[in-house]
């Protein structure tokens, strides 16, 4: 039983979303191909698919000012963040979408054989850059060069802030890219674990180096080896820079570095001891390596630090489920469910219901499985859940 859990938690590990999911491609590239068993129906259907849909908008205070620092805007579909941006001095933002079947930063699949199928429930793997396939093709709701974006919506990331959303819908290639405004309410409670006071202490050149990588990571077409580059520097000028080195870990674990994402991670954590990120981040590469003990450390640490991360809750469930912690594990899991965040984490489902099988509560532990199929009917674990209820019935 042990080993069986173990293998399937080892790929919920990897189901967390990490990464900043940045457009690094470029525009062009093949595309995925059509279904048409035609050659010559399948080749004007290839270069209508070759053309990017772009959305673009302004993050603003309620009081009608541009944020003072460069803001995240996420691009949520069905619970999942499936693209990262930062915005510009100016607050705005864009995102390029490639409807092509192919290329480095195509996140709509039109072909059931691509391994990824975001907007139908997939998800980007965390540190190991491996994707997952969950939920059906997207050929369904992609035509040509449009696609249906009505279960996702953009929201902004401010430590101390909340976000108001943007509910998005049908859209087409030459539709106005401008999608409007993103408010963002200052919350009475700042969330200070998220920010490393560090950042204030270093010097001009530092700071001036790390606003050029965030400046970088709020392009369309985003050079992360650049980006790489001036995150070293300010790490060079000024080693306490705890922010600088939480970022360029995040970027190393897009360059598919994770020896060196872990290293910057842990300098992070050694430069101030009271910024929460790092140890959520290395948690999360514990867990890829199935290190269940030092997963439930550092995610304990991070909630220490504050209570209220959402995140930490779910690889402190996931990491102590694994290690027979049952009562808290049930207790984080029930954290993260409860929560405005439990969305991006439907797999504290499958947590939940296995915690309550073992506990001999079946018929709540098939109520929570019932929720995780009918999340992600296709997935591979929603199809194993599937069979398990029918041999319970």
């Given at each position: 039983m042990g080993y069986r859990v173990t293998l399937v938690f080892m790929f919920l590990g990897l189901l967390s979303g990490w990464g900043l999911a940045q457009d690094q491609g470029q525009d062009q590239g093949s595309s995925s191909g059509g279904r048409s068993d035609s050659h010559d129906h399948r080749r004007p259907q290839e270069s209508r698919f070759k053309r990017p849909l772009f959305l673009s908008g302004k993050v603003v205070l309620d009081?009608?000012?541009?944020?003072?620092?460069?803001?995240?805007?996420?691009?949520?579909?069905q619970g999942t963040t499936i693209e990262q941006v930062f915005t510009s001095g100016e607050g705005s933002f864009s995102f390029q979408i490639n409807l092509a079947g192919s290329g480095p930063n195509n996140r709509l699949p039109t072909d059931a054989s691509i391994a990824s199928s975001p907007f139908a429930g997939g998800l980007v793997g965390a540190g190991?850059?491996?994707?997952?396939s969950f939920g059906p093709s997207l050929e369904s709701s992609i035509r040509y060069d449009s696609v249906n974006l009505s279960a996702c919506e953009l929201e902004a990331k401010l430590a101390g802030f909340r976000s108001d959303k943007i509910r998005l819908g049908p859209?087409?290639?030459?539709?106005?890219?401008?999608?409007?405004?993103?408010?963002?309410?200052?919350?009475?409670?700042?969330?200070?674990?998220?920010?490393?006071?560090?950042t204030l202490a270093a010097p001009k050149d530092a700071k001036k180096a790390?606003?050029?990588?965030?400046?970088?990571?709020?392009?369309?077409?985003?050079?992360l080896k650049k980006t790489s580059k001036e995150l070293e520097k300010a790490v060079k000028i000024?080693?306490?820079?705890?922010?600088a080195w939480q970022l360029l870990g995040e970027v190393r674990l897009e360059l598919k570095d994770q020896p060196a994402a872990r290293q910057a991670f842990e300098l992070a954590m050694a430069a101030d001891s009271q910024y929460a990120k790092p140890y959520i981040a290395l948690a999360m590469l514990e867990i890829d390596e199935e290190h269940w003990e030092e997963a439930a450390r550092l995610s304990g640490?991070?909630?220490?630090?504050?209570?209220?991360?959402?995140?930490?809750?779910?690889?402190?469930?996931?990491?102590?489920?694994?290690?027979?912690?049952l009562?808290?594990?049930?207790?984080?899991?029930?954290q993260v469910q409860r929560s405005s965040s439990a969305k991006r984490y439907p797999l504290t489902h499958y947590i939940l219901g296995w915690i309550l099988s073992e506990k001999g509560d079946f018929q709540a532990a098939a109520e929570e499985y019932r929720r995780l199929v009918e999340i992600r009917p296709s997935s591979v674990i929603g199809q194993r859940l599937q069979e398990q209820l029918s041999g319970w019935t």
């Open positions: 009081d009608g000012e541009p944020p003072a620092v460069s803001t995240q805007v996420e691009l949520i579909c190991s850059g491996t994707n997952s859209r087409r290639a030459l539709d106005d890219p401008d999608v409007g405004v993103i408010v963002l309410h200052r919350s009475v409670r700042a969330e200070t674990a998220t920010i490393s006071l560090k790390y606003e050029k990588a965030l400046k970088e990571l709020g392009k369309k077409k985003v050079n000024y080693s306490e820079f705890a922010a640490q991070a909630l220490e630090l504050d209570s209220q991360l959402i995140r930490a809750h779910y690889f402190f469930a996931l990491a102590n489920s694994s290690l027979g912690r009562d808290i594990a049930e207790a984080s899991a029930l």
